[in-house]
């Protein structure tokens, strides 16, 4: 057990509608970052937070997709107006600042 | 950019056999390199890991050595179980603290 939590595990929407994951780290990973992973394919990086402040995004970021660590503690992804290619696997991960990441267990998403 | 090349799954191996799965990457400097496990339907777990060169990373019988000259991490077991049956991925962290990993190899063994 990594100590990160993901919530919803799955989630089914249709398309068009807007979804929010949550992940909370432990306490000491003063690091967060946001991985999506699609089915064959390994995790691939969206955005990191250090404390509360976000400061890396992946091109794969579209102007759909928003995360907010507020106070430095849990993190939310929102995906507004989903599309069908949104459909993955979203992946949390926490870091204590010694390169190694700790991975939450994912939120799987579909998309109808 | 940073790169991670895996072989190819599904690696398929009975009971007790001898696991190799390839790994070579491609990095400016010198990356920290990382073997990841996903079990079905689960998150990712750190297997191992090794940070310089010629570091050997080990954990519940899995070993992986940092070869510099080669650029190759290749994870190794003696002896598999069909409890080991998962995807295994391998990862890169080249200082910039985001991980690029390769796109996995399915393991598969049979009793």
């Known amino acids: 057990d990594t100590g990160v939590s993901q919530n919803p595990r799955h989630k089914i929407t249709k398309r068009g509608q807007n979804v929010t994951f949550r992940c909370d780290p432990i306490s000491e990973h003063n690091r967060l970052y946001w991985y999506r992973q699609t089915l064959g394919q390994g995790p691939e990086f969206l955005t990191y937070?250090?404390?509360?402040?976000?400061?890396?995004k992946s091109r794969l970021l579209s102007d759909r997709f928003s995360a907010e660590r507020p106070k430095g503690s849990f993190s939310t992804l929102e995906i507004q107006r989903t599309e069908q290619g949104d459909s993955a696997m979203y992946l949390c991960?926490?870091?204590?600042?010694?390169?190694?990441?700790?991975f939450g267990p994912g939120t799987r998403l579909l998309v109808l | 950019g940073d790169s991670v090349t895996q072989m190819e799954g599904p690696v398929t191996l009975s009971e007790e056999a001898f696991l190799t799965i390839n790994c070579t990457y491609t990095a400016t400097g010198y990356p920290s390199l990382f073997w990841y496990v996903q079990y079905p339907g689960e998150g990712l777990q750190l297997l191992l890991k090794a940070t310089k060169a010629d570091d050997k990373g080990s954990n519940k019988g899995f070993e992986a050595t940092y070869r510099k000259e080669t650029t190759s991490f290749h994870l190794e077991k003696g002896s598999v179980q069909v409890s080991d049956s998962a995807v295994y991925f391998c990862?890169?962290?080249?200082?910039?603290?985001?991980?690029?990993f390769g796109k996995g190899t399915m393991l598969l063994v049979s009793p």
């Open positions: 991960a926490g870091e204590a600042g010694q390169e190694t990441q700790y």
């Open positions: 990862a890169l962290n080249s200082g910039y603290s985001t991980l690029t």
């Open positions: 937070f250090q404390n509360e402040a976000q400061l890396e």
